[in-house]
């Protein structure tokens, strides 16, 4: 006599819907034009069990980098060349759940991805990501990308120092240095969806949560979906407000250096060295 599990239905799972909302909110923002932007949530077994039968293996996708770090992590991810607008019309094309498989070098779809369809190209960076993250805090989940509009502007305008751009942005909205004390990353031009652009943004993932791919967009890291959507949100808005100031002509006045010290004091963060000068 066989037992068989009644399983919830995967629609009402709590990180499903944080799919479907956040896939949304990026698109009705302007942020994932087209099939732009990808998000990968790493998920515990313990969550996915009531949903799915982890032991059904679709597909298994190769992978051209070594992710042994994350063997046995399942993450819902978006798919490649799939549009935001589109999730919650239709999940199962558009997202798929995956599991990295032991040898690190592919991944096996458990879920998703319905008609031939595999991860988002940009699953190097994302992978690289979660294992660079995961290894500075253990409550890591969430990788996001997508093409916010005023922070790939920036990237035409302003220096691409990243000490010079966190410095903008910490004086664009007084709560910046609070959500964001360890700044912007930059990395050079490269080509996306190759492991050398994932390499050179999981390097800078050390340090920070945040990276901007100049003249293409920003990825973000965090322990949820809200606080990492809350950072690229963040700042984008002071991306905003400096084209705003620029197209006003320019600061009159600023908050100065030892105003955001101050501001960090205050709330209990350490900026990032070698930003403010006092
Ligand atoms: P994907 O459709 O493969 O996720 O690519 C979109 C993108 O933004 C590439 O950087
Ligand atoms: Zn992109």
Redesign the pocket.
């Known amino acids: 006599m066989g037992t068989t599990m009644t399983r919830n239905s995967l629609y009402n799972a709590p990180f499903f819907q944080e799919m479907m909302d956040t896939t949304a909110n990026l698109y009705r923002l302007g942020w ?1 034009e087209r ?4 998000i990968s949530y790493l998920l515990r077994e313990d969550e996915l069990i009531p949903y799915l039968d982890v032991h059904h293996v679709l597909r298994t996708v190769p992978m051209s980098f070594d992710a042994s770090a994350l063997s046995g992590k399942y993450f819902i991810v ?5 549009y935001f607008k589109n999730v919650k019309r239709d999940p199962a094309e558009n997202l798929g759940i995956i599991r990295i498989a032991n040898d690190g070098n592919s991944y096996e779809i458990l879920w998703g991805f319905e008609n031939g369809g595999v991860a ?3 699953l190097p960076t994302h992978l690289m990501n979660h294992m660079q993250r995961l290894a500075v805090d253990k409550n890591h989940r969430v990788i996001m ?1 997508c ?1 916010a509009t005023h922070l790939l502007a920036m990237t035409f305008t302003h220096s691409l120092k990243e000490e010079d751009f966190t410095k903008t942005l910490w004086e664009m909205c007084t709560e910046c240095i609070v959500v964001f004390p360890d700044g912007i990353g930059v990395i050079p031009w490269i080509i ?2 190759t492991n050398e652009i994932g390499e050179a943004t999981a390097e800078k993932m050390k340090d920070v949560r945040l990276v901007l791919w100049p003249h ?2 920003v990825f973000g890291a965090g322990q949820s979906m809200d606080e990492v959507f809350g950072l690229i949100e963040t700042a984008e808005k002071a991306a905003q407000v400096y084209t705003v100031v620029c197209a006003q002509g320019g600061k009159k006045q600023t908050i100065t250096d030892q105003q955001l010290q101050d501001l960090a004091d205050a709330f209990h963060v350490v900026p990032r060295e070698g930003i403010l000068n006092l």
């Open positions: 994932d099939n732009g932007g990808n978006t798919g490649s060349g799939k988002t190209s940009e990308h093409h996306p969806g293409h967009g």
